[in-house]
Each structure stands twice: as structure tokens, then as C-alpha cells.
């Protein structure tokens, strides 16, 4: 598809109606739509105009496995765009263990019963700048060790025994839902939430993290409760979302949000 002035779409194609160009771009891949997007303000809006339109709705279709559509691992994404930008940040199948799987709806890992072994993974995108959130949920037993968090790409994803991985080097933290620690560098940096008698964590209860490159901070809610700050200082550098497990067949789902919502 042509996008020059001396193609058919880049000659007089921008004066389509716009309902007619909605129909073309509903047959292109995303990298084509970051493209067309740039062309003119009025393709500019058809595509990002309306985020539930029949092109993200046709991209979505051909993107994202069905069960990933029709069950609720989505409901906390309203629009079909935001869903295919939740597939675009979700676990990586290439920067894992090998011990784990990411299985067929695209979101969920699954870890081998392998005995000894600490196993994580990160997802396809880091964030340097900007505000991100993103929920994770834990749908089987935690273990002695279930982390969640973040690392750059030099943190490592495997490891022998049963460790917190998230928070055992310089290049990862992480928060282990079994004890409440808050964990860097190998050390624990205080219990979180900061509070008294804090709730152990329920299985299937989603974790909302917001990372804030701004403020260089990294914090979690539960529910719709803020549970605070848990990491201030974070580095300038590339970060990914990122989960460590150790229990044999449990999984973790994890959906990227978006900007996340002040108030």
C-alpha cells in the first residue's frame, strides 16, 4: 500500500471518506498503521480517533489468541486497541527460563515442575521513559518465593534453588507476595506494604504496577487501594515488567494497562 504522493493511497486517497479508509486500514498490520498514522491528520484520526473502531477491532481478531478475547484475562482493557498494545507488552517466549512457557492466549506463563530451580520472565517491551501500569495475578500456588516486579535486560531470568530472582542482583527489584519483602541487590529493603498485620496475597487477586520513569519510582495497588512506593531511585535506564516463580505448575498472568489513572 502506496503512502507517496504518487501512489494512488498517497495521491488522492487522503480524501477518502473516512469511513472508507476505516475499511483499508482494517486489512493492514500494526507496523503499517504506525506509518499510515503519520501520512495526515486525517488519517491520524481514523485510526486513533476511535480506539473500539473496525480497525483495531480486525487487528485484534487476527493478533490475539480467542481465549484471550472471550475470557476475563482482558476486562480490565476496555478497547480493542489497547488490547493489541496489551499483546505487544506481554510476556516475552524468547527472554525467559527454560524452564517456563507462555501458553497459547499469549499472557500467561506456566512453570515446568522442575525441582531446584528459580524461573522468571520478562516481557517483550522495557519502558525508559514515560508512565506505564500493568496487573499481574498468580493462578496457582505461590511457593516459598513468588516475586513481581521489574529488571533491565542483564538481570537474570533462571537460577539454581528456590531464591527470590526478582531483587538478587543490581539489576532487578521485586516485591515476594509470600513474605511482604522488598527486595535489591540481593537485600531486603523493608516489608511492604508498610502497614500492620498487611494481607498475604489471595491467589487470582490482581496486583496493579505503576512504573514511573518521571519520578523514577515504582509502586502497587491492590484492589482499588494504593499501597504506596515501594522503590524510589530507579536508574535511567530500560526496564521490563517481570515475574520470578518456583512452584512446579503454578501460572502467572500479567496484561499491560497502559498510562495508568491518577486519583
Not at 214 to 234: I, N, P, Q, W
Request: with cysteine.
Amino acid at each position: 500500500m502506496a503512502t507517496g504522493g504518487g501512489g494512488a493511497v498517497g495521491g488522492a486517497g487522503w480524501r477518502l471518506p473516512g469511513r472508507v479508509l476505516e475499511l483499508v486500514f482494517s486489512y493492514l498490520e500494526l507496523r503499517e498503521l504506525r506509518s499510515c498514522a503519520l501520512v495526515c491528520r486525517l488519517w491520524h484520526h481514523v485510526l486513533h480517533g476511535d480506539e473500539n473502531s473496525e480497525v483495531w477491532r480486525s487487528l485484534a481478531a487476527r493478533s490475539l489468541a480467542e481465549e484471550a478475547l472471550r475470557t476475563d484475562i482482558l476486562c480490565n482493557v476496555p478497547t480493542y486497541k489497547g488490547k493489541v498494545r496489551a499483546f505487544q507488552h506481554a510476556f516475552s517466549t524468547n527472554d525467559c527460563s527454560r524452564n517456563v512457557y507462555i501458553k497459547k492466549n499469549g499472557f500467561t506463563l506456566h512453570r515446568n515442575p522442575i525441582a531446584q530451580s528459580t524461573d522468571g520472565a520478562r516481557t517483550k517491551i522495557g519502558f525508559s521513559e514515560g508512565r506505564h501500569a500493568w496487573e499481574v495475578w498468580w493462578e496457582g500456588p505461590l511457593g516459598t518465593v513468588a516475586v513481581i516486579g521489574i529488571a533491565t535486560k542483564r538481570a537474570p531470568m533462571q537460577c539454581q534453588g528456590y531464591v527470590a530472582l526478582l531483587g538478587s542482583d543490581d539489576q532487578s527489584w521485586g516485591w515476594n507476595l509470600v513474605d511482604n519483602n522488598l527486595l535489591h541487590n540481593g537485600e531486603v529493603n523493608g516489608s511492604f506494604p508498610q502497614c500492620n498485620n498487611a494481607p498475604k496475597y489471595q491467589i487470582g487477586e490482581r496486583i496493579r504496577v505503576i512504573l514511573d520513569m518521571e519520578d523514577k519510582t515504582l509502586a502497587f495497588e491492590r484492589g482499588y487501594e494504593f499501597l504506596g512506593v515501594a522503590f524510589r531511585g530507579l536508574p535511567k535506564a530500560c526496564l521490563y515488567p517481570a515475574v520470578s516463580a518456583v512452584y512446579g505448575n503454578t501460572e502467572v498472568t500479567l496484561v499491560y494497562l497502559g498510562k495508568p489513572l491518577d486519583g
